[in-house]
Structure formats: C-alpha cells, structure tokens
C-alpha cells in the first residue's frame, strides 16, 4: 500500500475526529473534502471532481462511496476497508446511493454532520444531497471540524513540510541563474518545478505565480509567457510540495538597478514580515499577526497599496489551492499555537507606479518566536 504515514498516525487521527463527533453529538459525518480524506485514511486520488464520500461513524468505522475509477485508487492508498461504488449511468443521481448506504448502516433518523465547504462538494451534488437527507435525519453543517484538527500538525507531518521546505529552497536555486536580461519566464518556470519533481516532490495545489513587467503586479497565474528586460520586476510565488503537504515561498526578483521605489516598498515588506514574525506566537491571534502587517505599511504610507489578508495555514492540500484555513485577516480570533505551519506573504503591489514587492515565507510556530522554514535569508534578491 502507498501510505505515507504509520498506522499509528491514522489511528491518532481518528481517535482525535471520534471526539470531535462525541462533543458535538453526531452519529456519523458525511466528509466530502479530499483533505480530510487524506489526512484521515491516506487516500489520495483527483476523483474529487465527481461525487464521492467517506461516511465516519461516532464509533469510529469508515465506508467510502465513490466511482469505478477509484476503487483500485482506494484500496492502494488508503487504509479504507469498506469501499462501495455508485454507477455512472445516465440520469444518476449518487445522492440516492449515499442515502440508501446511510440506511444500511442504521443512520436512519440519525444526527448526521456533512462537510459542505469544499471544493469536493458542488453546490448541484449538495442540493441533490440535501433533497435526499432532508427527511432522512438531523443534518448538521460540519464543515469546519477536520479543517481544525488538520491545523496542529504532528512531528510526522512537521517533516513531511520540512522536505517541502527544502524543495521550495532548491527552487528558487534553480531559477535564480535563469532570472537576467533575456531570461525567459518559460525556462525559469520549468526550471523551479524541475528541481521539486527532482528532489521527490509532488505537483502543487495550484499553480505557480509568475510574472514580470506590469505582470509583476498580478497576484494570480495566468497563461502567457514574456522575456525579461534590463530593468525588470519578477513576481514568484511558489511551493515546494511532499505527499501533498506544502511550503510556500513569495519573491519579488529585480534584475539591473533597483528603483527609488523598490527600495521603498522593499523596505516596508520586510518590517511587515519582520512585525508579523514578533506577532506570530502564543498568546496572539490570527488577526493580531495581520494587524502588525497592517500597522506597519500604514507607518510607511503604503496602507492603498496593501491586500486585506497577509497568509494562511499550510498543510496537505488539494486542487485547487494550496491556501488552508485559517487566514491572516482583520479579527480573526483563531489562537496562534505550536505546531501549525503558516504562510505569511508580504504584497505590496503600486498601480500607479506600476511597481510591485513581495516577500513571503513559511514558518513553524513553536511555544515562542516561530520558525522559518527556509534556509534563505529575507534580502532584496537582484540579479
């Protein structure tokens, strides 16, 4: 079988969802997250993308539903025993079989959780579920219970993101010689995924960012390629990845001289970060680490030219994004703790100077200061 993780991990793991489904007096969870099933039974596949779901009982026992295509996908990589298959065909409608299986496990009338936000569930596939549930038993929204337990990582899962560091590191290695006057976007692209394919790494969750000209100013992928000039902006954002657990990395590469305003923006992204750093410890808040981010791009007149979130939890993720929750934003009262993996991305983007900065790392927090993950140090990197 291709697991990742001890049996003893999974165990942990189910042993910690039995009590969340205890305290919040379920019969059984309905998750629909490729997420959660991963981290639960190992199982890893893209099948997502069509209806399926692992069916957990209060009493710890699991049985997923899924198609044809993935059954074989089940069994290799996942420690699921029970594995039932609903038909493609036309007209069919998996909600039907899901409800009839949830009968044959006796959860008629039962309090049932469903894991509704995720991508692995569409809004058509939920209104077909809900139609079918409605008088089935007591439906409860259980989006958020494994989205939280995923958030404390294990020492298993600490080194699955240490070796994602690591490949992020050897990625903006390899693309650094390939940054100059004619170099091509293509190549350095190429060259970053190369080096993450070639040290054992996996595909990412979404794609790379990059972009240069007024392109550096872009906070998405999009397709298109350009050559870089004498004096050029080059935006990177980028994960290493291993057995889908993610280490992001952001950069702003300039090539020739640096700008007035480079140095300015360049300047302030690295107080933020250097501010988000002091804030990301025990005793704070999501939402005070994105205060001091905010605190101190206001001090540098640059409050306009700022993102309204300035990171996120960091895990195995699953297309489309590798961004997890919880995020850096106003308010958000999650509790910073030892043991979780965040991204905090400085973006600083000036449209009317059409100049952009960016300074991003990833970091373990611990019982004090957290810890980057990265062996690159945050200087402005120009070639």
Known sequence: MALHFERSEFDARRDRLMIEIAEKKLDAVLLFAQESMYWLTGYDTFGFCFFQCLVVKADGSMILLTRSADLRQARHTSIIDNIVLWTDRDGANPAIDLR??????????????????????????????????????????????????????????????????????DALDAALPLIKQGGDEALILAAMQGAIFAGGGD????????????????CRYKAGRRKLSKNDQLTLEW?????????????????????????????????????????????????????????????HNLTKHRLNACGYSLGARFTP???????????????????????????????????????????????????????????????
């Open 100 to 169: 009839n299986l949830l009968n044959d496990l006796d959860l008629l009338g039962a309090r049932i959780g469903v894991e509704y936000d995720t991508h692995g569930l569409t809004a058509y596939n939920g209104r077909r579920l809900d139609e079918q549930l409605q008088t089935f038993g007591q439906i409860a929204d259980a989006s958020g219970i494994v989205n939280r337990l995923r958030l404390f990582k294990s020492p298993a899962e600490i080194a699955k993101v240490e070796k994602a560091a690591n490949l992020a590191d």
């Open 203 to 218: 595909y990412p969750a979404n794609e790379f960012i990059i972009g240069s000209g007024v392109d550096a100013l872009l």
């Open 239 to 299: 994960a290493g990845v291993f057995h889908h657990y993610h280490a992001a990395m952001m950069r702003t590469v300039l090539t020739g001289k640096v700008s007035k305003r480079h140095q300015e923006l360049f300047d302030a992204a690295r107080a933020a970060l250097l501010a988000v750093e002091k804030a990301m410890t025990p005793g704070n808040t999501f939402g005070d680490v994105f205060d001091a981010h905010a605190r101190t791009l206001e001090a």
């Open 321 to 383: 994004s590798w961004m997890d929750m919880p995020m850096f934003y106003q308010g958000n009262p999650e509790p910073i703790a030892p043991n979780m993996t965040l991204f905090a991305h400085m973006i600083i983007m000036d449209s009317e100077t059409e100049t952009a900065m960016t300074l991003g790392c990833t970091y373990l927090t611990t019982e004090s200061q957290p810890k980057p993950l990265s062996r690159h140090d945050l200087d402005l990197i120009v070639q």
